[in-house]
């Protein structure tokens, strides 16, 4: 597993512990799906006890990269695909309700990366498949009045343009922070009395920026984009207001 002993430094063994053992999971020692060594094994390694261990493989547990698959299984390593930006969408909610990041920021932020990502999907070479994304715009169709189900498939929307950028990385931070900021668009629609007239607006401006990224043209694509993002929620009268979003599931689908 690990080539040679570590030297312990002056913090938590388990601290070190674990970060041994997540270098191993992260450069491929360790491969994806397999079960993390028995706890005897890891003590007789490191030259701790079990309280030791068991500390260290929770703190795995709690940064993703171990998971329990049953009540009397062992842990294993995390698979890629089961990684999820739940622990950045964390982090950004506690920033939020901390007030050390102010919902403007993060609503400029979510602007930035939706434009981008929608600028990067129609200069893509050749076309992405948008297939997903029109398929979001007939959601919103079929939502009628239910704000609720509108707002699924409109962070859907926004997340199936940034993943025909092609980008990973632009997603994933992407959907942290409209996942993070949802709250208040989620808020402002339950708000109207009527929200027909609107979500009819909303839809338009969706339908806009799926026609600039189809035509290629990449700069109409990031500009209405993140327009669409701004102006929604200057009118909401929501930025500034300190909304504080509580859990909720990261929508990926």
Do not use: W
């Amino acid at each position: 597993m690990i080539s040679a002993a570590q030297h312990l430094e002056r913090r938590p063994v388990y601290e070190q512990v674990a970060d041994a053992l997540g270098e191993a999971i992260l450069s491929g020692e360790m491969v994806p799906g397999s079960a993390l060594p028995p706890e005897r094994e890891l003590c007789a390694h490191f030259g701790v006890g079990r309280t030791t261990i068991r500390e260290a493989l929770r703190a795995l547990q709690t940064r993703g990269l171990a998971v329990v698959t049953g009540p009397t299984s062992p842990l294993r390593v995390v698979a890629p695909d089961a990684l999820t930006t739940e622990p950045l969408r964390e982090t950004l909610v506690h920033l939020l309700r901390l007030g050390r990041v102010p919902l403007d920021d993060l609503i400029g932020l979510g602007a930035t990366l939706e434009g981008a990502g929608a600028e990067q999907a129609a200069n893509s070479d050749p076309q992405p498949d948008l297939t997903a994304a029109h398929d979001q715009i007939t959601a919103m169709r079929a939502a009628g009045a239910d704000v609720e189900a509108f707002e699924r498939a409109d962070i859907r929307f926004h997340l199936e343009l940034v993943r025909a950028s092609g980008s990973e990385s632009l997603t994933i931070v992407m959907l942290a922070v409209r996942d993070t900021v949802s709250k208040a668009l989620l808020s402002r629609l339950k708000s109207l009395t009527d929200p027909r007239p609107t979500l009819a607006q909303l839809i338009a401006e969706h339908e806009g920026i799926l026609r600039a990224v189809r035509d290629g043209d990449g700069e109409t694509a990031r500009r209405l984009s993140g327009e669409h993002l701004l102006r929604f929620y200057d009118d909401s009268g929501d930025r500034g207001c300190g909304s504080l979003p509580g859990p909720r599931a990261a929508t990926t689908s």
